[in-house]
């Protein structure tokens, strides 16, 4: 399982419900939440199979960016 953590400009639970839908229908993403409370609005992604870039292309989608952090890991 990796852990992938991204910056985001997500701003509210406004922004969540409409990323929702993409980061959903990622089949390689089996949970991920945003903080809030963090400055950068930490996006944390676990994936078996996904990658960064997958991930950057879905908050694309929706209208959003994402800039992946040194704090992603394997694990």
């Known amino acids: 399982m990796k852990t992938l953590k991204f910056k985001t400009n ?3 639970n406004g922004c969540i419900n409409a990323v929702t839908p993409f980061l959903d229908k990622s089949n390689n993403i089996s949970n991920w939440s945003v903080d809030l409370k963090s400055p950068d609005r930490i996006l944390t ?7 960064a870039e997958e991930v950057k292309k879905l908050l694309n989608e929706a209208g ?8 992603s890991s394997n694990r």
């Open 10 to 12: 997500i701003k509210c």
């Open 45 to 51: 992604v676990e994936t078996e199979e996904g990658d």
């Open 64 to 71: 959003y960016q994402a800039e992946e952090t040194e704090d």
